[in-house]
């Protein structure tokens, strides 16, 4: 599903970020990735995203994603690959001016689907994530976890294979963090693999799921 092989990341005015990074993530996988701040979480993360700026960085080794080679992956097969991907970021990013609905539809309007089963999918994908009924509410009437849900909704409503998640309980209160938890862990259980990056470490150690730290852009532990 995702694979790392040997992979080193630098930028001219830091230097090495990811230092020979290797791991292996299979279909139905849960990880978490965890690290001191500056360990190279965020840009591992963006890797797989395919978020950084080639331009201006080096990447050495091999990233591959479902048969994708990430590492030569030219920027117009970029919003293709990405339409398998689902991403979750602590900030939300939800447009605040549109209803629920439309920020979960956003990406299955780009992707050009029609009104029924754009219908069908969001409110297939908020009932998963318990807002079914909060259709057209906006997100700032919403609270910290609900909005952490219209991102939760908006990430799978394309049926993903891989679910990335950065920090996503981090603006959320133990219980609340829980309950996002219990939704990743149902998105397993229909097959999507998720690889959840988080600094959280008594979440992490409550869960019974592979870790990968990384250490000053190394990656030194792989448990689980």
């Not at 990447?59 to 030569?72: A, D, E, P």
């Not at 969001?122 to 998963?128: C, E, F, G, H, T």
């Amino acid at each position: 599903m995702l694979t790392f092989d040997a992979v080193n990341m630098r930028y001219p005015e830091v230097g090495d970020v990811l230092r020979n990074v290797s791991f292996h993530l299979e279909k139905s996988e849960i990880a978490f990735l965890t690290g001191h701040s500056g360990a190279g979480k965020s840009t591992l993360f963006r890797l797989i995203a395919m978020m950084e700026d080639k331009k201006k960085s080096t990447l050495r080794g091999q990233i591959t994603f479902n048969n994708h080679n990430l590492s030569k992956v030219k920027s117009r097969q970029i919003p293709f690959i990405r339409r398998e991907m689902g991403l979750i970021f602590q900030d939300y990013k939800l447009l605040n001016d549109r209803t629920v609905f439309d920020n979960v539809a956003l990406p299955l309007i780009i992707m050009g689907y029609s009104y029924n089963e754009i219908s069908r999918r969001v409110r297939a994908a908020l009932d998963k994530v318990g807002l079914r009924g909060k259709e057209k509410k906006f997100p700032l009437t919403l609270s910290g976890g609900e909005q952490q849900r219209i991102g939760i909704a908006r990430a799978i409503v394309n049926q993903p294979k891989l679910i990335l998640a950065d920090e996503p309980t981090g603006n959320l209160d133990p219980e609340l963090s829980a309950e996002i938890m219990r939704l990743f862990e149902q998105f397993k259980q229909a097959g999507t693999t998720v690889l959840i990056v988080t600094h959280d470490i008594s979440l992490v150690s409550k869960l019974n799921h592979r870790i990968l730290k990384l250490d000053h852009g190394q990656l030194v532990g792989d448990v689980g």
